[in-house]
């Protein structure tokens, strides 16, 4: 049985500007394995942010394929790529982009009402979930009214609302203190504990710990570590 939920094969990306030509991505290949926590490091610019936009359907390679749960996402159109990563993917950025006007229960509820979920099935999921990552007692309040750290654990609860086959994370610790980016790690560590399929890109080595699966990017292409 194959147990690859992604797979990308000869990625390239090139941006043409007007008076120069940039190649970011080239030759790239990389496997995600069902329950597999894979960690892409690299240093701002490397283009680690854009490899994961691509292996996600948020941006188009120049060159290669993605296939993701046996389907190639490289030729669906945008509706049809929305549609995936609503139902099937998560996402966590480095800025939680939480709806300011909305509560966390709130936040998190919304992709399982985008989904069609029954709004009172959505919310005692968006609890549950929010309880599960030590925030269940911010269900109230507005994300400017919460710390850096925890906006980030709804944030995860928000990308786990609709069960996801996947879970991308890009720089979710970039903006956290020592004492919140240990926090934000212990919750990963659960999630790959509980045998999520995860792909988190940093910079950081420390963080680079918690995954199974480590590659660095470095000039255009990614090695194992």
Known sequence: MNDSILSAVGLGKTYYLQNETIDVLEGVDLEVRRGGF???LGPSGSGKSTLLHIISGLDNPTAGKVVFDSTDITKHDDNRLSEIRNKKMGFVFQFHHLLAEFSCLENVALPALVNG???QAAYDKAQDLLEKFSVG???NRLPDEISGGERQRVAIARAMINDPLII?????TGNLDEGN???LLDVFG??????RTLVLVTHSLDIARVGSDVYKLKERRLYAV
């Open 181 to 183: 980016t240990n926090k």
């Open 190 to 195: 659960s999630l790959k504990d509980e045998g």
């Open 137 to 139: 007692d911010k269900r």
């Open 38 to 40: 894979v960690v892409i």
């Open 117 to 119: 979920i029954a709004p």
């Open 168 to 172: 991308f994370a890009d720089e979710p």
